[in-house]
């Protein structure tokens, strides 16, 4: 049996990491692929996200693919594990091991925990990135998109700042009983749900326009929805919905959006 390895931080999961698994599962000549993410990534001294988060999103992107296997093997030890100890867990009773990496490793490859050994068990696959240069001695999968997890955590932090902000507006101009869902994890459309709580039709209607004038143009309103007593202004990653106390109670918003949480545990 042939099987690929495919480790990393996934600090956060993205498009990318998505791309080099399809790539891998159709130019390599294998029986499983085994995406192994890290505890803590032995060249760095902190995560973005924590490790069973992680876990989770992995599992929950790619639980379609047969072949495709989410080990726990590195997270459950709690601690760095160096790439030659993965390869040995998985050694057993299997015939040729692709290690799957992405071509910006390659500067520092040497510097690997017992690399000469561990170039001797297995066969490198690089994924393509950011036009370096892979020298021909490796095999090479092509993946035409960034698989910099960089640009992602930056637009998450960047996110949570929109939010803080959005709450800040809502709460300078009289709005009650804001709520924050972060629903990056769940089966949702966008990322955050920002509920508000207005004193009537017409405040609803003034936190519309505080909204307007203090985040655009940075922000996007993609659609707004109005009907009086009940506002929803969608930025394409947050929902913002403005309602008078009755209708909050009456559609009980919040008790939908923490069930999508309740149903992702269980």
């Given at each position: 049996?042939?099987?690929?390895?495919?480790?990393?931080?996934?600090?956060?999961?993205?498009?990318?990491?998505?791309?080099?698994?399809?790539?891998?599962?159709?130019?390599?000549?294998?029986?499983?692929?085994?995406?192994?993410?890290?505890?803590?990534?032995?060249?760095?001294?902190?995560?973005?996200?924590?490790?069973?988060?992680?876990?989770?999103?992995l599992k929950k992107e790619f639980f379609n693919l047969k072949k495709v296997e989410i080990s726990s093997f590195e997270i459950d030890l709690k601690r760095s594990v160096s790439t030659i100890e993965t390869v040995k867990h998985f050694k057993k009773g299997v015939g040729k091991i692709f290690l799957i990496i992405g071509a910006d490793n390659l500067k520092n490859l040497h510097k690997w925990k017992n690399f000469?050994?561990?170039?001797?068990?297995?066969?490198?696959?690089?994924?393509?990135?950011?036009?370096?240069?892979?020298?021909?001695?490796?095999?090479?999968?092509?993946?035409?998109?960034?698989?910099?997890?960089?640009?992602?955590?930056?637009?998450?932090?960047?996110?949570?700042?929109?939010?803080?902000?959005?709450?800040?507006?809502?709460?300078?101009?009289?709005?009650?009983?804001?709520?924050?869902?972060?629903?990056?994890?769940?089966?949702?459309?966008?990322?955050?749900?920002?509920?508000?709580?207005?004193?009537?039709?017409?405040?609803?209607?003034?936190?519309?326009?505080?909204?307007?004038?203090?985040?655009?143009?940075?922000?996007?309103?993609?659609?707004?929805?109005?009907?009086?007593?009940?506002?929803?202004?969608?930025?394409?990653?947050?929902?913002?919905?403005?309602?008078?106390?009755?209708?909050?109670?009456?559609?009980?918003?919040?008790?939908?959006?923490?069930?999508?949480?309740?149903?992702?545990?269980?």
């Amino acid at each position: 049996m042939n099987i690929a390895i495919y480790g990393g931080s996934f600090d956060p999961l993205h498009f990318g990491h998505k791309k080099v698994v399809e790539t891998a599962l159709d130019e390599l000549e294998i029986d499983r692929l085994i995406i192994v993410p890290t505890f803590l990534n032995p060249f760095k001294k902190e995560f973005f996200l924590e490790p069973n988060r992680r876990l989770n999103s992995l599992k929950k992107e790619f639980f379609n693919l047969k072949k495709v296997e989410i080990s726990s093997f590195e997270i459950d030890l709690k601690r760095s594990v160096s790439t030659i100890e993965t390869v040995k867990h998985f050694k057993k009773g299997v015939g040729k091991i692709f290690l799957i990496i992405g071509a910006d490793n390659l500067k520092n490859l040497h510097k690997w925990k017992n690399f000469e050994e561990l170039n001797s068990l297995v066969t490198w696959v690089i994924a393509s990135r950011d036009a370096i240069d892979i020298p021909s001695t490796f095999k090479t999968i092509k993946v035409d998109v960034d698989i910099s997890s960089t640009k992602i955590r930056k637009k998450m932090q960047d996110i949570k700042f929109r939010v803080e902000k959005i709450s800040r507006v809502l709460d300078d101009n009289k709005a009650d009983a804001i709520e924050v869902f972060d629903l990056k994890d769940q089966d949702y459309i966008v990322d955050y749900v920002v509920l508000a709580t207005s004193l009537g039709i017409r405040h609803t209607e003034a936190l519309l326009n505080h909204l307007k004038n203090n985040l655009k143009p940075a922000e996007e309103f993609l659609h707004i929805d109005e009907s009086g007593d009940w506002i929803a202004i969608d930025l394409g990653d947050i929902f913002i919905h403005i309602m008078t106390a009755e209708t909050r109670v009456k559609y009980d918003m919040e008790g939908f959006l923490a069930s999508l949480k309740k149903t992702e545990e269980k």
